[in-house]
């Protein structure tokens, strides 16, 4: 099973900077098979990334993914209210699909 | 537009069963592979079943093989997971999605709540 290292766990910033999240697998991504995740209070997840670096339909082009291999790395480039939420990473590669623990955006 | 809408959530005791529906919309069903992801309260997210498009080919997490069972009606586009032997640490929203392995959890329903309770 690859185990997904989220840090930080939480990152306060301010609406307008830029957040750089970190995702850390304990053995290769098959295939970069990397998605990011955004989670609201009270509402279901929603695909901003996959294929480590691939925007999702519909997704800003403020958001950014990238790495490759076992570090991967989302980039907000600049902090928009709406933004603020928790981020998971999760791989697809293999059987069977995981998450990391997740890094929560507050201001 | 893909929608995924759940049902079959709510209270049930100890020992108890539930059975989830996952309706969906938007796209050809039949073509993917449907997961199901929970997320118990205040935690991180866990995979706990998954179905190939054809049904042949099925995904049970170890917290729930032996007591969960994932099917699909792809007549009827919809997705399923029965629910047995449920205990506390079942308690929690369960998510259906499509993707799997290989394929991207690209559209996920809104969640329905299982709480197992006395």
């Known amino acids: 099973e690859i185990v997904l290292t989220q840090s930080p766990g939480t990152l306060s910033l301010s609406p307008g900077e830029r957040a750089t999240l970190s995702c850390r697998a304990s053995q290769s991504v098959s295939s970069n098979y990397l998605a990011w995740h955004q989670q609201k209070p009270g509402q279901a997840p929603r695909l901003l990334i996959y294929g480590a670096s691939s925007r999702a339909t519909g997704i800003p082009d403020r958001f950014s993914g990238s790495g490759s291999g076992t570090d991967f790395t989302l980039t907000i480039s600049r902090l928009e209210p709406e933004d603020f939420a928790v981020y998971f990473c999760?791989?697809?590669?293999?059987?069977?699909?995981?998450f990391g623990g997740g890094t929560k955006v507050e201001i | 537009e893909v929608q995924l809408l759940e049902s079959g959530g709510g209270l049930v005791q100890p020992g108890g069963s539930l059975r989830l529906s996952c309706a969906a919309s938007g796209f050809t069903f039949s073509r993917y592979t449907m997961s199901w992801v929970r997320q118990a309260p205040g935690k991180g997210l866990e995979r706990v079943s998954g179905i190939t498009g054809s049904g042949g080919d099925k995904y049970y997490a170890d917290s729930v093989k032996g007591r969960f069972t994932i099917s699909r009606d792809n007549s009827k586009s919809t997705l399923y997971l029965q629910m047995n032997s449920l205990s506390a640490e079942d308690t929690a929203v369960y998510y259906c999605?499509?993707?799997?392995?290989?394929?991207?959890?690209?559209?996920w329903g809104q969640g329905t709540l299982v709480t197992v309770s006395s």
């Open positions: 999760q791989q697809y590669g293999s059987s069977p699909l995981t």
């Open positions: 999605a499509k993707g799997g392995t290989a394929e991207p959890l690209d559209y």
